[in-house]
């Protein structure tokens, strides 16, 4: 059973930055899709940023040249690099990993429990 632990959250202004980070234990790291997805109050859960087991990345519109996801397979870890933040990013953020079984030829996801960022303006 995989379980996903996130950091990094907290308060900061417009403008400014935050690292969040995600490990993950289990050994099916390395061959994961690893994301962040958010969920400001009152809106559904949206995918921000997600990063193959090849080095593709996927972003968000939104987030565009300013977050960056990466990974380092040697720690189990992904990151989210958020920088010029704005009150729009508020939110919680989840750190999601996904991977195909291929013992059961389904796709797996797991969650973390999530980290509070907020950006005051």
């Known amino acids: 059973q995989v379980q996903l632990a996130e950091s990094g959250g907290g308060l900061v202004q417009a403008g400014g930055s935050l690292r969040l980070s995600c490990a993950a234990s289990?050994?099916?790291?390395?061959?994961?899709?690893m994301g962040w997805y958010r969920q400001a109050p009152g809106q559904q859960r949206e995918l921000v940023a997600q990063l193959t087991r090849g080095g593709s990345t996927n972003y968000a519109d939104s987030v565009k040249d300013r977050f960056t996801i990466s990974r380092d397979n040697g720690k189990n870890t992904v990151y989210l690099q958020m920088n010029n933040l704005k009150p729009e990013d508020t939110g919680v953020y989840y750190c999601?990993?996904?991977?195909?079984?291929?013992?059961?030829?389904?796709?797996?996801?797991?969650w973390g429990q999530g980290t509070q960022v907020t950006v005051s303006s």
């Open positions: 999601n990993q996904g991977w195909w079984n291929t013992a059961w030829s389904k796709w797996e996801m797991y």
């Open positions: 289990g050994s099916i790291f390395s061959i994961s899709t």
